[in-house]
């Protein structure tokens, strides 16, 4: 049981460049998310899904898309880096509905913009 | 967003001293969890609340939600160098959707 993964650990962008940051988990989770954790400050929710097929907006979505074809995946795409991207991102999944199911993070992605 | 403020920011402590930090919303909480971040890791949970008054131990670790729902506590007891790290609290507001809102972090190093 590997729990939630994601690829890659690090990744350095030039400006304007698109990527895509992976999040699987293996727990059967419905609910998946992703948060950005900047310096000094908490995790920020960017997107985040409740189960396949349905997607919706977080605290900080500008800039970033989102899929949720299965259940085990919900990869995160930045379609034009910007500086202010830089940041390290976690994904999360859990059983139920935040508020009544406790949440597992991933090991993160250390993402640079220059 | 909701605002959640947790303090204090920082603390440095001799081994086998005790710990106390908390966190503070503006609106009512339904839940709270207790998160602690190793360097380079994601969070992992440490003790989740989800009744005003509730009381919860996870070894030396001890939680409470508070009775007014806007608040919630966390001690250590008898810290030990593998307490280091930094600590959030996290909640789900009564109104909040599907989101949970995380505090600014308590980073704890422990002197031996």
């Known amino acids: 049981n590997a729990g939630v993964t994601q690829t890659p650990k690090f990744q350095v962008l030039k400006t304007g460049q698109s990527m895509t940051l992976q999040c699987a988990q293996d727990?059967?989770?419905?609910?998946m998310s992703w948060y950005r954790q900047d310096p000094g400050m908490g995790l920020r929710l960017i997107h985040y899904?409740?189960?396949?097929?349905?997607?919706d907006q977080g605290e900080v979505p500008n800039g970033y898309n989102v899929s949720r074809s299965t259940t085990e995946d919900f990869p995160l795409r930045l379609l034009s880096a910007a500086p202010s991207q830089t940041s390290v991102y976690f994904c999360?999944?859990?059983?139920?509905?935040?508020?009544?199911?406790?949440?597992?993070f991933g090991p993160g992605t250390r993402l640079t913009v220059l | 967003g909701q605002q959640l403020n947790q303090s204090p920011q920082s603390m440095f402590i001799q081994e086998g001293e005790d710990v106390s930090m908390n966190c503070t919303s503006s609106?009512?909480?339904?839940?709270w969890l207790w998160y602690k971040q190793d360097p380079g890791e994601g969070p992992v949970l440490l003790i989740a609340l989800y009744k005003a008054g509730e009381l919860t131990s996870n070894g030396r670790l001890t939680a409470q939600f508070g009775i007014t729902r806007k608040d919630s506590f966390l001690n250590i007891s008898a810290s030990i160098p593998s307490d280091v790290g930094i600590y959030f609290c996290a909640g789900h507001p009564i109104k909040g959707g599907n989101q949970f809102y995380f505090g600014t972090g308590t980073s704890l190093t422990v002197i031996p």
């Open positions: 899904s409740v189960g396949a097929g349905i997607t």
């Open positions: 999360a999944s859990s059983w139920g509905l935040a508020g009544v199911a406790e949440q597992f």
């Open positions: 609106s009512i909480f339904n839940t």
């Open positions: 727990m059967n989770h419905e609910y």
